[in-house]
């Protein structure tokens, strides 16, 4: 008897099967009884956004815009080509101030960004006392602007004032420019809140002798690329965002010999060496332009729903699309799980903070936790929760680094191009690794660990692209049971 004549058409001849979706539970319970299932990897898309997901898919430039966006990210090269003040490079005037994340005012400010703003002010001389810095900014007197909107990032506060050297990064491929501050180094420090002398003496050394030192020699090396230096990193077990001790190394190497030739005190050359040599955080700051030069490619898309921003203020989380301009959509930010330094605890955290997602953004950070299995020790975990990270994002990506590869996972290009629509249907956030500032003012670092952005800035951005979208499909149930040639 053929299978097709078995009674029930053979359905009963084998062990049956149940294939499940959705909630785990139903799944659990089969198994609990001894039942064979078969678990598809399927969850109901985010509340709320089924019918923005259906009109986005509708677009017709929706598939060529995120070719093109994830294309320019993969195809983006830059470059350090200078050193100078941020009034120069940015055009800052004395009364300005550029933060990390989405637009703030002092009132809703956390307490690290608002002890960085106190720390400037000083450093700038324009307060003298952290009251008449406090005074200053609670008037109005200074203004806030979010660092990405001058093409600039920061990590944690962010805090760029005029007179700090900026790092200029160019994509020499699509020709963006992108800016960041010089690392401070860990412990007491600006961009973790903190303020005092010992804070502005640094800043002001960076300024006189660090900044200058490094432009000098950045002109005998000529442009040096980032990309090839990142790329080193990663096979030698950074990831590009909390895991820079390679990557330093990689850039110390760069400068070392064209910076003992230069015209300068022995003693300034030497301090310069060993204030790299000893911050393992130091290359962060020219890893972080890089990204944004590489993802500020992909802007002005029209019908992207790829990511070009992840920021945070302490505040608020916020995301930018490809597709939907300068618009920031925001939620409030998470208190990041991670390991505490001394006696700090969980009590003492602010809320996420920095531009340093651009990372993740870009397709390195958390999106490449598997090349920096030591990583887990910093925030906190196992080797293969450093791994399963890393699998996970693919799950949410348009593509995989050519330049960026993974040797435990047989050298597989990073997972690159966070989809917003696949963040939705998939409610699989993305992975970020980040520091965590003390909520106090001039408390600084209490640990590191994982953060989970929120779901609804994504859910935002996808409903505004649907807004923005040709020919938007007003019912997504449309033509559901209707006949074959039959109109819906």
Known sequence: MTRAHAPLGGLLDEAPAVATAGAERFDAALAGQGATSLRAQWRPPVDGTAEALATVAGDPRLSEANAQAVGRLLTSRPHLVGIETARDALDLDDRTLLHAGPPIDWAHASGPMRGAIIGALLYEGVADDPEAAERMAANGEIALEPAHHRGAV????????????????????????????????????????????????????????????????????????????????????????????????????????DLIEID????????????????????????????????????????????????????????????????????????????????????????????STITESCGIGGFAMAAAPAIVRFVGGEVADALRFTRRMYEITLAESTAYQIPILGFRGTPTGIDATLVCRTGIVPAVNTGI????????????????????????????????????????????????????
């Open 154 to 257: 920061g990590p944690m506060a962010g805090i760029v004032a005029p007179s700090m050297p900026v790092f200029t990064l160019r994509d020499e491929e699509h020709g963006t420019v992108a800016r960041c501050t010089l690392n401070e180094g860990l412990g007491k420090v600006l961009r973790y809140g903190a303020f005092g002398d010992e804070v502005t003496e640094r800043l002001q050394w960076m300024e006189r002798v660090l900044g200058p030192l490094l432009a000098r020699t950045l002109e005998r090396t000529g442009p040096i690329d980032v990309r090839a230096l990142l790329a080193q990193a990663l096979q030698m077990g950074d990831e590009g965002h909390n895991r820079h001790r390679a990557g330093t190394s990689l850039f110390l190497r760069e400068f070392v010999s």
């Open 264 to 355: 300068a005190p022995v003693a300034d050359i030497a301090a310069v060496t060993r204030f790299i040599n000893a911050n393992d955080h130091f290359f962060l700051n020219v890893v972080m332009p890089a990204a944004k030069a590489a993802t500020d490619s992909a802007r002005g898309l029209a019908g992207s729903s790829m990511l070009v921003a992840m920021a945070r203020n302490g505040t608020e989380f916020g995301v930018q699309l490809a597709g939907t301009g300068d618009t920031w959509f925001t939620a409030p930010a998470s208190v990041p799980d991670g390991l505490y330094l001394g006696e700090y605890g969980p009590e003492d955290a602010n809320p996420d903070i920095g531009d």
């Open 437 to 488: 500032a003390g909520k106090e003012p001039g408390t600084g670092q209490v640990g590191a660990g994982l953060v989970e952005p929120p779901l609804s800035c994504f859910a935002d951005a996808v409903r505004e692209l649907a807004a923005r979208a040709e020919s938007p499909v007003t019912d997504p149930l449309a033509g559901v049971g209707a006949a074959p040639g039959e109109a819906p």
